[in-house]
T-cell receptor, first 109, second 114 residues
């Protein structure tokens, strides 16, 4: 059964600190892995898309890594801001996509 | 704006009402999806349409009725809902149902059933 497991379930950090979110998957076949940010009550917005051959990809303060051998991905957020408070969802394709349960991040001033 | 527009943004309806949710995309995508997201739960796939044809119905109760008149529009018709149907309903679209490219969500409709 295709599964995507995310950890931690929730995380609280202080503004300006860094953090790393984890995603492990068992989806096969694998096409690409995406990280989405979902603000409360809004639809998910894509942050990064990682294909099989990519190890690292950055989007501003967000850096995603992918290890296709161990089927693990991480999302690193640098110098966190209050606006980073959201749910971060790991999604694995091809579709229909397999979704993780998300990590709820709260950034405190 | 993501290119996928959902209306209304918020909806409150009684259990005997009939209402419809609308989703529209002008990204040139051929596949469209309805998802349900309840509080503190992952996204649940409800329906998949590919080139206007329904390709997946994830055991959704018949009180939810989808309609896809063309590749750009998707509706979810609601009737005799239950309070447990209150949730965020998200529409998404992708180039095709394999979704290797361009998987985009709308902002969602927050539905409350009273």
């Amino acid at each position: 059964k295709n599964q995507v497991e995310q950890s931690p379930q929730s995380l609280i950090i202080l503004e300006g600190k860094n953090c790393t979110l984890q995603c492990n998957y068992t989806v096969s076949p694998f096409s690409n892995l995406r990280w989405y940010k979902q603000d409360t009550g809004r639809g998910p917005v894509s942050l990064t898309i990682m294909t099989f051959s990519e190890n690292t990809k950055s989007n501003g303060r967000y850096t995603a890594t992918l290890d296709a051998d161990t089927k693990q991905s991480s999302l690193h957020i640098t110098a966190s801001q209050l606006s980073d408070s959201a749910s971060y969802i790991c999604v694995v394709l091809p579709g229909p996509p397999t979704f993780g349960r998300g990590t709820s991040l709260i950034v405190h001033p | 704006e993501t290119g996928v527009t959902q209306t209304p943004r918020h909806l409150v309806m009684g259990m005997t009402n009939k209402k419809s949710l609308k989703c529209e995309q002008h990204l040139g995508h051929n596949a469209m999806y309805w998802y349900k997201q309840s509080a503190k739960k992952p996204l649940e796939l409800m329906f998949v349409y590919n080139f206007k044809e329904q390709t997946e119905n994830n055991s959704v109760p018949s009180r939810f009725s989808p309609e896809c008149p063309n590749s750009s529009h998707l509706f979810l018709h609601l009737h005799t809902l239950q309070p447990e149907d209150s949730a965020l309903y998200l529409c998404a679209s992708s180039q095709d149902k394999i979704a290797n490219y361009g998987y985009t969500f709308g902002s969602g409709t927050r539905l409350t059933v009273v």
